[in-house]
């Protein structure tokens, strides 16, 4: 399942392309419904839009831009693994070629949002699990 | 179909209340809408109890010490909806000649704080950051600023308006006005909405007694209301952006979950948006209440701005609005909230809301919204 000199797990299973080692080379997935062509988020067996039980799964693009955003200013509440002590984020809906908004946490200063601005994915370790697996998550960046 | 009317209606204060259990609250709530139909609790042929975070059998456990009568009580939950849902069970219960009188209870004791995120969201959600509930919210009155032109400015002044509302509701747990500074330089939650402009999860409870029309005066002295309408749905696709979601289609934009619950409901009702002379909606955060403007029908898209400018929905406007003082004065027990606005609802259409009342009240509209796009529209009628 994984690379064999690393340990990485997904922060979510179905959620990003294989391998996930070089992270460079990692990217979010999709899947477009056969019959209406809708996109939704990751490896999904039925259709959000129309319930249709064929997809397929599509590898989304790296480049989007942005659609909407707002500052967290407060830790988020359970067991959320960003920095500690807490550094308030950005976080805001993606919108990819794919015909998808995705909720992302966004690596940009705060000054420099704006609604349209271009955003690459960086996919990243975010923690080590109790197995000791480094555990991959993704966010996106000003472009 | 048969009609349903309510017939008592009794509120425990929404606010917190160390040492006070749930079941505590929830049977004075019970208790007050007993009293205040005039029926007594062996009366009662069927109960549904409206909560999100209280244990199994919170229901029974509320109200069997009243009398252990055999009745079926069961709990209903659907998110911020949940009041909705279950007087819909209990009013199809009616309409099937099931029972004809049923309790409609909602209570809730909320812990304090954050909500554990991992009741609405999946852990992965929670671990990247994307777990925190308001920030949903924020991200749409982003977009709607953008789009039309809506300022902090328009979204303070719901918040100023709810807050000067609240003064004259003794259930709300806070009853004082703010103004417009303290609201615009209250600190940022979730950018662009701020701590003033944000309703708290609390405690509380509301219950009406519902009964078959034809049969209200059998039961009660009271002046029966009628329940034109009751509806509750979850968003379609792409409907809404609402928590816990991960993504939205950029290329289909379905209804939101207010605007088609709303129109069924006024429908169902016979009447539109023209037609109700005072509304209690979900205002989870001051922008919220502007975006329901418009999906109600209050105004055309993009207006809000304008509505709440030009003072409309004051207690005096034309579309008087959160005359309670809304969810961001009294708190958001969730499975009380939509009870409790019609608690609201009740004592306006009987003329009984003191210096909150609203002049001349026939028909009424509850709404709630919340998590996975579940949504309620309650319309009342003398």
Redo the contacts between chains.
């Keep these: 399942m994984n690379d064999s000199s690393h340990n990485e797990v997904p922060v979510r299973e179905g959620l990003l392309t294989r391998p996930l080692y070089p992270l460079e080379q990692v990217r979010l997935l999709g899947s477009r419904c056969k019959k209406c062509g809708e996109v939704m988020l990751g490896e999904v067996s039925s259709c959000a839009n129309c319930a249709y039980e064929e997809t397929e799964v599509v590898p989304l693009s790296k480049r989007g831009t942005l659609w909407t955003y707002t500052i967290i200013r407060h830790r988020p509440p359970g067991k959320y693994r960003g920095p500690d002590p807490f550094v308030p984020f950005a976080e805001g809906l993606v919108e990819l070629p794919e015909g998808i908004r995705v909720l992302s946490v966004l690596d940009c200063p705060f000054d420099k949002l704006e609604i349209g601005m271009n955003l690459d994915l960086v996919v990243h370790r975010l923690y080590q699990n109790e197995q000791g697996n480094d555990v991959i998550a993704f966010k996106f960046k000003q472009g | 179909m048969r009609e349903i009317a309510i017939i008592g209606a009794g509120i425990h204060k929404f606010g917190r209340f160390d040492g006070k259990s749930y079941m505590d609250i929830g049977r004075e709530a019970t208790i007050n809408a007993l009293k205040d139909a005039g029926v007594n609790w062996q009366d009662i042929q069927a109960a549904y109890v409206s909560e999100q975070f209280l244990p199994a059998t919170s229901g029974p456990r509320i109200l069997r010490p009243l009398g252990a009568t055999g009745i079926p009580i069961c709990d209903i939950e659907a998110a911020c909806a949940s009041g909705g849902a279950t007087l819909k069970q209990a009013m199809l219960g009616i309409q099937a000649g099931a029972f004809d009188i049923a309790l409609v209870l909602g209570v809730e004791k909320m812990p304090r ?6 009741m609405i ?4 959600q ?7 509930n308001p ?1 949903y919210w ?3 009155a ?2 709607h600023m ?1 789009e039309y032109g809506t300022t902090e400015e328009h979204i303070a002044k719901v918040a100023y308006k709810n807050h000067k509302n609240s003064v004259h509701n003794p259930n709300a747990m806070y009853q004082k006005e703010f103004s417009m500074e303290q609201i615009l330089n209250s ?7 701020r701590l003033l402009e944000i309703c708290a999860p609390n405690e509380g409870a509301a219950a009406l007694i519902i009964c078959a029309r034809e049969k209200a005066s059998q039961y009660s002295a009271n002046r029966p209301i009628s329940i034109a309408a009751c509806v509750h749905t979850l968003a379609r ?2 409907a809404d ?1 609402r928590c816990p ?8 934009t379905n209804p939101g979950p207010t605007e088609v619950t709303a129109k069924m409901a006024y429908d169902q009702a016979g009447i539109g948006p023209k037609d109700v002379n005072c509304f209690e909606v979900q205002d989870t955060d001051a922008f919220c209440e502007l975006e329901i403007y418009e999906q109600i029908g209050l105004c055309p898209f993009g207006e809000a701005g304008r509505l709440i400018d030009e003072g409309v929905t004051e207690i005096n406007g034309k579309y008087p609005v959160n005359m309670s003082g809304g969810l961001i004065c009294k708190g958001e027990p969730v499975g009380a909230s939509h009870l409790g606005q019609l608690f609201e609802l009740v004592m306006q259409l009987r003329g009984e809301a003191g210096a909150r009342q609203v002049a001349n009240v026939n028909t009424a509209l509850g709404h709630v919204l919340g998590a996975g796009g579940n949504c309620a529209v309650t319309i009342l009628k003398k």
């Design positions: 704080g954050f909500m554990d995120p991992l969201f999946q852990e992965w929670v671990d990247m950051g994307l777990a925190t920030s924020a991200m749409r982003r977009r953008h600190q940022l939650v979730c950018d662009p909405i696709y792409s952006f979601v991960d993504s939205l289609s950029a290329n289909i």
